[in-house]
């Protein structure tokens, strides 16, 4: 058991001192929305102290002195996250960058962005479209801010093009633990020097350093983008159609897939029923949501013509066009809005974000559903076809919280176990936290979990950098 | 078979145009132009009637040449033909001047037994043109329609649905007759790829001031526009919101009390 230290009167005031009274919170006066994330059902845990810092600078500061007084230190964005990551499970002090939310400059001649970490990510999508470029990652809560992305490695829905969040960051400004500031990667598209901290640093949670500063690549803004719905009897089917369509040299911006309940109850939430539920006479099941992108209007009638050709063999009830911007958003407002939804109609709710081969992923849901039958918990996804990346909410609106977590902790033991079993990862993009541990040593073994315990321990001997998360055990 | 009109309009997408505070006016460059949601349902209603009973769907707009792109997401939507009413001497038209543009050219596209309008245009919004169009048809009129239940042919009357503030009602018209819709039962559809792609060449009919037939030129653009628009201003913002968070529902009570007996 690490022995981590309380925030006494005086180290407050000292941190207070470093960040200005405005943006101190000690004791009574924390808000609330620092103990917890997007996910609950995970507990809530207060800090002792939150200071909301504008620089990095100031962020070296609070290290030093809590280094020196081992005082456990959890780094927080928006808090959107679902895994529990910024939450400060072991007390001690909140940074959090909201304030930290200015896009510095565009050096467009290098194609890349200087942004501080707290800018959230619909700002800068935003900012960067304006500017005649785009930031690729999109992952589906926009309010993240990329340091958040940055720290968990999001993917999102365009990853099955352009990659993720790691291929788009080129250099960052880090403060260990120890305080120092450090400086990784540079603003070059090669690197073949040495280990690359920086990529240790991506998708850490936070563990490892605390990111001040980013430079992100940047990539032209595509001319042309249509969106298709492939309307299908059932999930199995839907999901089939997936290689195929990664294989027809279409180069699809995102592939979707979504069930037919939460497409309803998107509907009925957001008061928009947008996708057709009835196509042809026929009532669907499932949907397949296609992007491709192109530098004109023929070039995607193109694509959109062998899509359709493609769709019809593998049974699709028709290929629907979503070309206005006004459908666009709709389309698009009413699939960003799942979480939401689900949220919004469930008392206790859990998630899962595995990763499986795209040729598994029918197997895998079909897997989860039986389970969940048998644990008497229901289930319902969404997610990334085209990378295999699936977002499976375990649902209750009746079970008692415990028996609840029971049910789930059993359901997930072998809905992760099979994810093994097929060769997947235990998450693509929500990331560890405290919530999934477990799981990820029983996924990447002992082996694999030591070794990434002790990188923790070089990096933070203390182990004062968000305590108790990802391979940390306290 | 019926002969079923929409009038249509393309708009600026009024949620990304702002307004300039010391002129008034609106700041239209770089703001995509959409096809007037309002329109969009009713030509989602004409399309459903044709599609039970039988007919041609017309759909009709008076804008400039870049408003074919919103007749082509009507031809793509199930619309049969679709005609643009273009010329410089339109231009600056209010509603009187409207309606009768389009209501003349509309003698040249034949006789409509439905015509179906948005209730209002997002830019403009004054929800005077189907009336107006009403009237210049000599049609009978419906409102708020929800759901069109049934059409006779023999007695030429509608049934529909009328959506009010304080319920519905029933209401049987003759026709021919003039709708605007409400989104209820007529969530515009999504194209599929074969009308999407026989949109993007059909035929667009055009018509200039010169090739209508009868048409005043002192009741068209500035000329036949009474209405006169002395100044826009944007209007007055209330007082920004402000989040209550202390931590706790009592302590949010508490603070929320305070706020409030302050106010009192």
């Known amino acids: ?474 | 078979m019926l002969n079923i009109l929409v009038c249509v309009k393309q708009v600026p997408d009024v949620n990304l145009v702002k307004m300039d505070p010391f002129t008034g006016s609106l700041i239209r460059a770089g703001v995509p132009a959409i096809l007037n949601p309002h329109d969009a349902y009713a030509l989602e209603a004409a399309v459903q009637t044709k599609e039970r009973y039988g007919g041609t769907v017309t759909c009709v707009t008076m804008g400039p040449d870049q408003a074919v792109e919103a007749l082509r997401e009507c031809l793509a939507a199930g619309a049969d033909r679709a005609v643009l009413l273009s010329d410089r001497a339109f231009a600056n038209a209010d509603t009187l001047a409207t309606s009768y543009v389009i209501a003349t050219a509309a003698k040249l596209l034949g006789s409509f037994d439905l015509i179906f309008c948005g209730k209002e245009s997002l830019d403009g919004a004054t929800g005077q043109m189907a009336s107006q169009l009403a009237e210049r048809f000599d049609a009978s009129q419906l409102s708020c329609v929800s759901l069109i239940e049934k059409l006779d042919g023999e007695k030429k009357t509608v049934l529909a649905l009328r959506e009010l503030e304080k319920g519905t009602e029933t209401c049987e018209a003759q026709l021919p007759c003039l709708m605007t819709v409400e989104k209820t039962n007529y969530h515009p559809r999504i194209p599929n790829l074969k009308s999407w792609k026989a949109s993007r060449t059909a035929e667009i009919e055009k018509y200039s001031a010169q090739t209508i037939p009868g048409l005043d030129p002192e009741q068209i653009g500035d000329p036949g526009s009474p209405t006169k628009v002395p100044r826009t201003y944007p209007p007055v913002v209330g007082a920004k919101g402000m989040m209550i968070d202390e931590g706790s529902a009592a302590k949010n009570a508490a603070k929320l009390l305070a706020l409030v007996s302050d106010i009192l």
């Not at chain 1, 999901?239 to 109850?265: C, G, H, T």
């Not at chain 1, 795209?358 to 085209?386: C, M, N, P």
Request: proline share 4%; glycine share 8%.
């Open chain 1, 1 to 474: 058991m690490a022995a981590y230290n309380k925030l006494s009167p005086l180290l407050a005031q000292k941190l207070s001192q470093i960040v200005g009274k405005e943006r101190f919170q000690y004791q009574e006066s924390v808000k609330a929305d620092y103990s917890h994330d997007e996910m609950p059902i995970y507990g809530r845990y207060f800090p002792e102290a939150v200071c909301l810092v504008e620089s990095t600078e100031e962020v070296a500061e609070i290290m030093k002195l809590c280094s020196e007084n081992k005082i456990p230190v959890t780094v927080r964005g928006a808090g959107t996250g679902l895994v529990g990551g910024c939450v400060p499970v072991h007390g001690g002090i909140v940074i959090s960058t909201e304030r930290m939310n200015r896009i510095l400059s565009y050096d467009l001649n290098n194609m890349c962005v200087h942004v501080q970490p707290g800018v959230r990510l619909c700002d800068l999508a935003a900012d960067a479209l304006a500017h005649g470029v785009m930031y690729p990652p999109d992952p589906g809560e926009k309010t993240a801010t990329v340091g958040g992305n940055v720290s968990t490695n999001a993917g999102g829905m365009r990853a099955v093009k352009y990659g993720v969040t790691r291929d788009y960051v080129m250099a960052m400004t880090v403060v260990l633990p120890s305080g120092e500031i450090m400086k990784l990667g540079k603003s070059v598209c090669k690197t073949s020097s040495g280990y690359s901290l920086l990529h240790l640093m991506i998708g850490s949670e936070g563990t490892l350093g605390i990111i001040t500063e980013l430079t992100l690549k940047l990539i032209p803004k595509p001319l042309k983008d249509v969106s298709l719905i492939l309307p299908f009897q059932d999930i199995a089917t839907a999901i089939a159609s997936v290689p195929s369509i990664k294989l027809a040299n279409l180069d699809p911006q995102s592939i979707e897939f979504m069930e037919r309940d939460i497409v309803d109850s998107s509907a009925a939430f957001t008061g928009n029923a947008v996708f057709p539920t009835v196509v042809k006479g026929q009532q669907v099941g499932a949907y397949i949501l296609v992007t491709l992108v192109g530098d004109s209007e023929a070039e995607l009638t193109m694509k959109m013509d062998r899509l359709g050709d493609i769709a019809e063999k593998l049974g699709a009830y028709d290929v629907l066009v979503v070309w206005t911007d006004g459908l666009k958003k709709d389309v698009w407002a009413a699939r960003s809005a799942f979480l939401t939804v689900i949220e919004a109609e469930t008392r206790l709710l859990d998630e899962m974000d595995v990763v499986v081969p795209v040729d598994k992923i029918a197997d895998f849901l079909v897997y989860t559903h039986d389970e969940a039958v048998k644990q008497g918990v229901s289930v319902r996804s969404f997610g990334h076809a085209g990378d295999g990346n699936l977002h499976i909410y375990c649902c209750s609106n009746d079970l008692e919280e415990d028996e609840f977590k029971k049910r789930v902790a059993k359901l997930m033991e072998r809905c992760y176990a099979k994810c093994t079993e097929f060769e997947g990862q235990v998450s693509g993009e929500h990331s560890i936290g405290h919530a999934k541990k477990v799981f990820l040593r029983e996924s990447v073994g002992d082996t694999a979990y030591s070794l990434m315990g002790a990188i923790k321990q070089v990096f933070d001997p203390n182990g004062i950098l968000n305590p108790g998360k990802v391979c940390h055990d306290i």
